[in-house]
T-cell receptor, first 113, second 114 residues
Framework: ETGVTQTPRHLVMGMTNKKSLKCEQHLGHNAMYWYKQSAKKPLELMFVYNFKEQTENNSVPSRFSPECPNSSHLFLHLHTLQPEDSALYLC????????????FGSGTRLTVV | KQEVTQIPAALSVPEGENLVLNCSFTDSAIYNLQWFRQDPGKGLTSLLLIQSSQREQTSGRLNASLDKSSGRSTLYIAASQPGDSATYLCAVRPGNTGGFKTIFGAGTRLFVKA
């Protein structure tokens, strides 16, 4: 399998649940990203990992907890979410920073009820 | 602070028409600019990546230009087809933030009528 793979594609969870989103890239990239896309809003950067180290946390609430065990895998652990957290969560990767473009996954459509 | 604006927000054209989508950014210090396509409820598909030293990139019926000095990029789509219907996003990689904080425009929603 090639590219950036995200699972699950769809997720419905209650506000008291704990769930995790998974992202895997098979491109040999060094950097991985989580983005949030809400209806009628531009993409919002959440977290950046470069060589497994978190380099950016864009003021994301602590109910979102990222994990990057290696350069190929990225997780987003979710707990005690709010209905306004319902959105499309997109994972991306790049060879590095600066001169390289992004490759995105298909996203996880999250609904919090 | 870098800001990215896309105009128009929505566009409807008949099949076969040539069209131009616009993207403007406020800070010319960029590493690159990337155009993406997004189908409803799906992820982003990269169309073209223009490095800061380049003026344009072409792929099939698509041509993207970059004018850093004026803070503008255009995406030209030739002979549009119904399958081109999607939201088109431009993304700027600022050159003064370590390259991590790519800024996305809100997108142009394109509808090509058969």
């Amino acid at each position: 399998e090639t590219g950036v793979t995200q699972t699950p594609r769809h997720l419905v969870m209650g506000m008291t649940n704990k769930k995790s989103l998974k992202c895997e890239q098979h491109l040999g990239h060094n950097a991985m990203y989580w983005y949030k896309q809400s209806a009628k809003k531009p993409l919002e950067l959440m977290f950046v990992y470069n060589f497994k180290e978190q380099t950016e946390n864009n003021s994301v609430p602590s109910r979102f907890s990222p994990e990057c065990p290696n350069s190929s895998h990225l997780f987003l652990h979710l707990h005690t979410l709010q209905p306004e957290d319902s959105a499309l969560y997109l994972c991306a990767s790049s060879q590095g920073t600066s001169n390289y473009g992004y490759t995105f996954g298909s996203g996880t459509r999250l609904t919090v009820v | 602070k870098q800001e990215v604006t896309q105009i128009p927000a929505a566009l409807s054209v008949p099949e076969g028409e040539n069209l131009v989508l616009n993207c403007s950014f406020t800070d010319s210090a960029i590493y690159n600019l990337q155009w993406f396509r997004q189908d409803p409820g799906k992820g982003l598909t990269s169309l073209l990546l223009i490095q800061s030293s380049q003026r344009e990139q072409t792929s099939g019926r698509l041509n993207a230009s970059l004018d850093k000095s004026s803070g503008r990029s255009t995406l030209y789509i030739a002979a549009s087809q119904p399958g081109d219907s999607a939201t088109y996003l431009c993304a700027v990689r600022p050159g003064n933030t370590g390259g991590f904080k790519t800024i996305f425009g809100a997108g142009t929603r394109l509808f090509v009528k058969a």
